[in-house]
């Protein structure tokens, strides 16, 4: 079986964001940032022109999706036991456990994830990735997709994606 895949490594595709983990037991990292890099690498059908997707329309998605989180303080906003409430006044007021902090609403960016942890960003991103990718070009029939969030060179959360997976 033959397969084709591009791949995408651009030094402008990053973000920084500002979070904290919560672990397993309940303690939680400090309150820091990191300057985020994104890989990806799809795979699909190769096209009777002889693309897989034109670099030119890949690089765009993926900067739009990093320039959503860019300069903010990201959010897991399904956890158990974090609280966020927007105050009248414009801020943002986050609570965990003995924790609080208040900061400007348009800074905080409350994702659908239940940790903010690399492995949970490059999910996020990967399928907001593929909703983008079938919405805007429906002829490109993504295989796979593999996309990865470094936090810190050399250290990347990696999501997978593939058609034929069980369950799909």
Not at 107 to 117: A, C, F, I, K, Q
Request: proline share 5%.
């Amino acid at each position: 079986m033959e397969r084709w895949s591009i791949e995408v490594e651009k030094e402008y595709l990053k973000f920084s964001a500002a979070h904290f983990l919560i672990f397993p037991d309940g303690s939680a990292e400090r309150l820091h940032g990191h300057n985020y890099r994104v890989y990806v690498a799809l795979e699909a059908r190769l096209s009777r022109f002889g693309l897989v997707l034109d670099f030119q329309h890949i690089k765009p998605l993926v900067r739009e999706l990093v320039g959503e989180l860019d300069e903010r303080w990201i959010l897991p906003g399904e956890h158990p036991e974090l609280r966020v409430e927007r105050r009248a006044d414009g801020l943002v007021e986050v609570r965990y456990r003995e924790r609080y902090y208040a900061a400007p609403a348009e800074d905080v960016l409350v994702l659908p994830l239940n940790n903010t942890s690399a492995e949970n960003l490059s999910t996020l991103l990967a399928r907001r990735l593929l909703e983008r990718l079938r919405a805007r070009f429906p002829e490109v029939e993504v295989s796979a997709l593999r996309l990865a969030v470094e936090e810190t060179a050399g250290q990347r959360g990696v999501y997978h994606y593939s058609a034929d997976a069980p369950g799909r």
